[in-house]
C-alpha cells in the first residue's frame, strides 16, 4: 500500500513539474570515438524543451558514489579520470532545471567501455569495372576491425544491404561490390566497432556509426576526350592556345567529372609539363612557337578515361627571307636552343636538340652539309616562356641536284603559251632556292626568264603561228643552278575567222540589237494600254447590195443636157444640134449616160452591166451634190495619153479620155 502511494506520489509530481515549464531531456548516449583504453568519452542528449535558460547537470552512480558534471549544452565532455573503473556497469541520467523548477531523464545502466562510435566512414576512392565496385574506406582512429553495413540501390528504387568485417593491421579497408553494368547506383556505409564479447553482451552497448552521405556510382569512362584547340594570336614570342573538350555521358558523368591536363612549357627541361585540373570544360594556355604537347584525361568517382594527347606542330616552317627574329635577349634569363633536321627538307624529326648551353654558332658549324634544319631560341624569366628566335639553316648550301618535275604545257594558242612544272623537293635543292631560270629557245632566238622560288607556273607571250619552241627550266641557289628539265612544243596556226576581239564586239552587238526589239515591243504594249486605238469608221454593208436586187421603181432623177466644148468653141454660137450631143461628146473621148423615166415592164431598172464606167453611184446619192472644182485645165505635163477621169453629177457618169494634143476646160 505504502508503495503504490509512493509511486503514486512520483507520478503526481513529474504531472505537476511538466505542468509548470520543466520537460526532461532524452536519456544520455555516452561513448568514446575508440576502442583504446585511454580514451576520453563524450555524452549527448536531446532536449524536448526550447525554453531558454536550462541547466542540465549528468549525474553517474556506480552504486557507492554519485558523480556530477554541470553542462550547459546538450552535450557534454567527460574526463577518463574522473570515471573510475569504466569496465563497470553505472547508471547515468540528465537533470534539467529550469528556474526553481528540476527533472530527471530516464535513467540508463550501461559499461562505459563498451560504448564506442565510430566516425561515418569515408569512401577515398571507387573503381568500377566489368560489373565490380571496388571500394576503399577509411581505416577507423585505432585501426581495429571493424564491421560494417552498406547499402545500396538504383535510384527511386529500395535499399539493399549487406555487411562486412575488415581485418586488423591494414592501412585501408576494402571491399568488393558486384553490381549490374551500364547501371547507376547509389550507396552508403556506417561502421561498428568489434567489442570484446564477454564484457559487451548487451544490445544497448551495439552503436553504429552515422551513415556516411550518399554517392552517385556512375559507370566507368571508356573513351578519352573529344578534345579540339585553336590558336588565336602570335604575341610577344607566344601563342594564345584555346583547348575545348566535350563531357562524357550523362551515366559517366553522374555525380560530376574533373579533367586533368598536363601541358609541356619548357623544352629543354626533361618532363617539365604544366599540371592543372579544372571542372569545366575549357582552357586557355599559352605556349611557344616549337612543337608543345598537351594531355587530358577525364576523372569520375569511380576512375578516369584513356589520356588524351594533341600535339600543336610548331609554327610553319619559314623561308630564310621570313626568319623570326624580333628582339634581342635578355641578361640574366635562361636560354633555351631547340634545333632538329627536317626529313625529307619539309618534316619534323622524331630527333629533337636541345642545350641550354650552345650558341647558335657552335651548332650551325656541327649539324650535316647541304641539309636543311631549323632552330628556336627560347627564354625564361618568372615562369614565363617565349620564343625569340626561330629559322631554318644550312650549315653549308650547294646546288639543287635535280631540276623541276612534271614539265606541261597548257592554255596554248598561234601566239602564248603556259609552262608548268613541280617545284624542286627541298631535299634536292640542298640550299636555299633563290629563283628558276627558264629559256625560250625557237626561230633562231633565245630568251631568258627568271621566276620566283615560290611559284610553278609561267606564261609565254609574243610567240610566232605555228613555229617550234623548246623551254629549259633549272633551280638556282647562292651557290649555283641545277640541271636543266626540258620541253618541246609547237604554236597553233593563226585562225582566219574571227579573233576574240571581233567576236566579242559582234557578241555585244547581238545583245544590244536584242535588248532594242525587246524594248521596242515592251513600249508599243506599254502605249496601247494608256493610249486608246483610233477608231475605224463603219461603213453599213447594207448599202453595197446589188443595183439589181433594189426596186427603183419609184426612184426619179432629172436629167440635164449640157454640151462639151473646146475652148476654141467657147466663142461660137451656141447651135441647136440635140441629135448631135452624142456624136460631139463622143469626139471627145465622153460618154453620157442617161436615166429614163419610165420603167420597163419587169418595173426593175435597166441592167447596169454593160456600163463601162468602173465606179458606180452610191446608193445614197440623193439630196448630194457632187461638186467639181473651180473650171482647171490639163496640160501636157500633168496629164498624159489615154489618161481617163471619171465624173459623176445629178446621176450622170462622164468618163473623159484626154489624148496628148487635147486640152480640156470645164
Known sequence: MGMRVAVLLLVVSVSLTEAAGCIPTTSPRCYKNSTKPDEDFNCEWDKRNSKENQTHTLYIWDGKETILIDVNTDNGFIPLEVLGNTRKEKDIWVQTQVGNLTCNSRKISVILECLVKYSKPEITSMKRSAGILNLTLD???DNKSV?????WRERGSKWQNATFETEDSTIQDFYKLHLQKQTIYQIQLRRQAKLQPSLCKDSLHT???DWSPVVDVPLEISLPPVIRWAEKKWTNGTREINLIWDEPPAKESAGGVEYKLNITVWPCKKNSTKETSTSNRSYKTSITYSEARISIIAINIVGSSPPKEIIIPAVKYLSISDCYKPSYITKGNKICLEWYKLENGETRTSKVNKSSKNSFKEIEKGVEKFVRHYYFLHTMSKKHHKTVEMCPFYSEQGAPIKGPGNVIITELTHESAVVSWLSIPVAEQRGFLLHYLIWISGQGNTTLHKVPANETSFRIKNLHPGASYTIYIAGKTIAGRGPNSTVNFETRLKELGLS???????????????????CSVAVRRF???LIPEVPSPVIDTAEFIGLQNQNQSQMTEEVHEFVLLLRQDLDKPSENNTREQSTLLQGFGLVVFEEEDEEDEEGEVADLSSMKSCCYPNPSYRGQMLHLPEPFHMTDSTLKDNDTESTYRNGLFFETRITESDTTSL
Open 139 to 141: 581505416k577507423p582512429i
Open 147 to 151: 564491421l560494417y553495413e552498406i547499402r
Open 527 to 529: 502605249r496601247s494600254k
Open 207 to 209: 552503436l553504429w556509426s
Open 500 to 518: 576574240q576581239q571581233d567576236q566579242t564586239i559582234l557578241s555585244v552587238c547581238v545583245v544590244a540589237l536584242l535588248c532594242t526589239i525587246i
